[in-house]
C-alpha cells in the first residue's frame, strides 16, 4: 500500500505526529508528510479544534469527498456537534487518538478496505459497466461494493427510472463472495398476475390450482444460494406484502397448495422509483416488510446530478453500438447540444438518444448536429437565424397558390413591414423610417397613398 499523507492543523503538540507514524509503521502503513504540491490520495489530518479553516482545509484536500481522509482528534473533549461538519467537509471518519495502538489497527483497517474498494471501482467489471467518474456517481458506487464485497445484508435501492438499479443489482451479485454462490434471479413486480402471485413467489403444488398439472418452483426457491432481485418492489399488492414477511425474515416458505416449510437461503435486492417511507406513511407499503428489505439503503444519483458523466456514457454507449471497435468523435456543437439537454429518463433516456444519433450518422467523421433526430433539436434562440425562414415560406407559398402575383406579394409584404413597426415604435414615424431604411418623407407618403386608396394604416 502506498504511503498515506499526514497533516496537522492547529495543534501546537506535535509527539502525537511521530507516535502515530510509529504506530502505523507497525501494521505496515507508512505516513509521509503532506506535499501541497502534489497532494493526492488517501490521508491523516490530527487537529485540535474544529474550525471554519479545518473545514476548509478538508474540503481541498479531499476534493468534496473523492479522496479518503481520517481526521483524528487528539482528546474526545474537542469533539462537539462540530463532528458533523468534518464528515460534511470531506472527512471519511473521526477517530479520538486514546489508545494508539488500538487505533492505529482501526486506522490501518480502514485504510485497506477503502483501497480494495477503490481498486474496484477501476477494474474493468465496474469501469465498464457503470460508467462516471462525478462524486455524486462514486459516492453511490462505493457504497455498493462495500456492500456487495464485505456484507451479505438486503439491498434497497431506489432512485427514479432509468438511473441504473438492476445494473447495481447485478453489480452486488457479481460482487458477492459467498462459497458456491447460486444464481441471480430478476422478478419484475409490475408484471405480477394478483391470482398467479403466489405461484410466482413461493411455487405451487401440482394440482393445487386448476392448470397446476406439474409441480413448480418459485422466486424464492429458484434463488436458493443466490439473489433474489425484486425490481419496483414498490408495487406489491398490499395482501401480497403480509405473505412476504416469514419468507424475508425467516427464509422459510411453503409453496401453494403444500404443508411442508421449505429453506431457502437468498440475498435480497430490491428496488422502487419511489420514496418507499412516503409509501409507508400514506399506508401503501408495510413498515415493517420495509424494515426487513432494506437492512441498507442506496440512492442511485438522477443523471441531472451527475452532469459532468453525460459526455463519457454517451462516448461509452457510442462504442458500444459501433461494431467497427472505432465509434466516431463528438463534434463541440453536439456536445454542447447534449449537455444542455433535459434527460427525464435519466440514463436509459440518454442511451435512447445515442442510439437514435448513431443510427443516422454515416461514415467515419465525427457526430455533426445533421446527426441529431429533427424532432430531438431544440428550438432557436429568439433573434437566431434569418429571418426568411420555413413560416415566411409558408406565408408566401400560400399566397402564390392562392393566385396572388409578384406585385401583390411585394406589397402586402411591405405593407405588413410597416404595420409592424410604426406599431412597435408607438405611432413614431421617425424611428420606424430609421428601422425600416426608408426616409421620413417616403414613409408618410406610403401611408398617405394606401390611406386614398382606403387600406387601412
Known amino acids: 500500500m502506498k504511503p498515506v499523507w499526514l497533516s496537522l492543523q492547529g495543534l501546537k503538540d506535535t509527539r502525537i505526529r511521530g507516535e502515530l507514524s510509529a504506530c502505523l509503521a507497525k501494521t505496515d502503513i507508512e505516513v509521509a508528510q503532506l506535499d501541497h504540491e502534489s497532494q493526492k490520495g488517501a490521508g491523516i489530518v490530527v487537529f485540535g479544534n474544529i474550525s471554519p479553516e479545518l473545514c476548509g482545509f478538508l474540503r481541498k484536500a479531499s476534493g468534496g469527498g473523492r479522496e479518503r481522509i481520517i481526521c483524528v482528534s487528539a ?7 462540530g463532528i458533523w461538519s468534518l464528515l460534511e467537509a470531506g472527512a471519511s471518519d473521526v477517530i479520538v487518538w486514546d489508545d494508539p495502538d488500538k487505533r ?40 455498493i461494493v462495500e456492500m456487495g464485497c464485505f456484507t451479505d445484508a438486503s439491498v434497497l435501492l431506489a ?3 432509468g438511473t441504473g438499479k438492476e445494473l447495481a443489482a447485478r453489480l452486488i451479485h457479481t460482487l458477492d463472495r459467498r462459497a458456491n454462490k447460486g444464481e441471480l434471479v430478476v422478478l419484475d413486480c409490475t ?86 417511507m412516503e409509501e409507508v406513511r400514506a399506508g401503501r407499503f408495510r413498515h415493517d416488510l420495509y424494515y426487513r428489505i432494506a437492512a441498507w439503503e ?14 463519457p456514457l454517451a462516448r461509452h454507449f457510442m462504442g458500444l453500438m459501433d461494431t467497427g471497435g472505432n465509434p ?46 429533427p424532432e ?14 420555413e413560416p415566411f415560406e409558408k406565408a408566401i407559398r400560400k399566397a402564390v397558390f392562392l393566385g396572388a402575383g409578384m406585385k401583390e406579394i411585394g406589397r402586402a409584404a411591405e405593407d405588413t413591414a410597416v404595420d409592424i413597426v410604426v406599431d412597435a415604435e408607438n405611432g413614431n414615424l421617425q424611428r420606424a423610417a430609421r428601422r425600416l ?10 401611408r398617405a397613398n394606401r390611406r386614398r386608396n382606403g387600406a387601412p394604416l
Open 159 to 161: 432512485g427514479e427510472s
Open 298 to 311: 442506496c440512492r442511485l444519483p438522477a443523471l441531472c446530478q451527475r452532469s459532468e458523466d453525460i459526455l
Open 437 to 446: 431604411g426608408v426616409t421620413d418623407r417616403a414613409l408618410q407618403l406610403r
Open 104 to 143: 492505529a489497527g482501526e486506522i490501518a483497517l480502514r485504510l485497506r478496505r477503502w483501497k480494495e474498494i477503490d481498486e474496484i471501482l477501476e477494474s474493468p467489471i465496474v469501469s465498464e459497466n457503470l460508467v462516471g467518474n462525478s462524486h455524486a456517481w462514486r459516492r453511490a458506487l462505493r457504497q
Open 191 to 276: 408484471t405480477i398476475v394478483p391470482g398467479l402471485a403466489g405461484s410466482e413467489f413461493f411455487g405451487h403444488e401440482r394440482g393445487a390450482f386448476t392448470g397446476a398439472v406439474t409441480s413448480r418452483d418459485g422466486a424464492f426457491a429458484l434463488a436458493d444460494g443466490g439473489t433474489l432481485f425484486l425490481d419496483e418492489v414498490s408495487e406489491l399488492p398490499p395482501e401480497l406484502q403480509a405473505q412476504l414477511l416469514r419468507v424475508v425474515q425467516e427464509k422459510c416458505f411453503k409453496r401453494v397448495g403444500g404443508n411442508n416449510w421449505r429453506k431457502s437461503e437468498f440475498r435480497l435486492i430490491c428496488a422502487t422509483n419511489r420514496d418507499l
Open 376 to 389: 430531438e433539436r431544440p428550438a432557436p434562440y429568439p433573434g437566431s437565424g434569418h429571418w426568411c425562414d
Open 328 to 373: 466516431p468523435v463528438l463534434d463541440k456543437a453536439v456536445e454542447a447540444f447534449l449537455l444542455g439537454r433535459k434527460y427525464p429518463g435519466n440514463v436509459r433516456d440518454l442511451r435512447q438518444l445515442v442510439g437514435r444519433i448513431m443510427y443516422r450518422h454515416v461514415g467515419k467523421g465525427p457526430v455533426t448536429v445533421g446527426d441529431i433526430p
Open 75 to 81: 482528546s474526545e473533549e474537542t469533539l462537539d456537534d
